[in-house]
C-alpha cells in the first residue's frame, strides 16, 4: 500500500519535472520572459496537484484544475483562455464533481442500500483513507457499508455484501468520470493556449 502511494509520487515528480524541462524549451523557442516562465510553472503544479486530486478523495481535483486555469488566464489578460471557454470549463469541473458524488450514491442505492450503508462507506471510507491511504480507503467504504447494513439496518450478510461491492463500484466509476472530465479541462486548456 506504502509502495503504490511512492509510486503515484515518483511518477508526479516525473511529470513535473517534465513539464518543467518542457518549459524551459518552450522559453527558449517562444522568447518568454521571466514573469511567463514562472507564470507557466504555477499553473503546471496547480493543474498537477488537481489531476492528484481526481483520484486521491480528499482533494476537489477539477476545481483545483480550474483554479489552475483561472490564475493563467487572470494574468494573461483572458487573451488564450477566455471567459466562454472558462464557464465552459468551469461546467466540466462542477459537473465533475456532481457526477462523482452521484455515482458513489447510485452505486450503494442500486444494490439496495439503505443509509445507514451509504453513512458507513462515508464514515469508515474517511478513516481507512487516514489509516491506508487509497487502497484503506476502499477496503474502508467496502467495510462501512457491509457493517453499518448489518449492524444498523439488520440486513443479511449476503445483502451487505452487496451494498458494498455497489459501494465501491460507485465510487470508481466516479473517481473515474473526475479522472475523464480531469483531462478533458487539461486538453481543452492546453488547445486554447496552443492552437
Known sequence: MVLF???CECVLFMV??????VLFFLTLWFNWGMEAVILWIITILIILIGLAGTIIPALPG???IFVGIFIYSFFTGFAKVGIIALIILGVIAVLAQVFDYLAGAYG???MGSTKYGVWGSIILGIVGMILGNIIGLVIGI???AVIFEMLFASKSVNHSLKVGVGSVLGFLG???AKVIF???MIIIFFWSVFV
Open 5 to 7: 502511494v511512492r509510486m
Open 16 to 21: 513535473g519535472f517534465a513539464a518543467l524541462i
Open 62 to 64: 477539477t476545481p483545483i
Open 108 to 110: 450503494a442505492k442500486k
Open 142 to 144: 467496502f467495510l462501512g
Open 174 to 176: 466516479g473517481t473515474a
Open 182 to 184: 480531469g483531462i478533458a
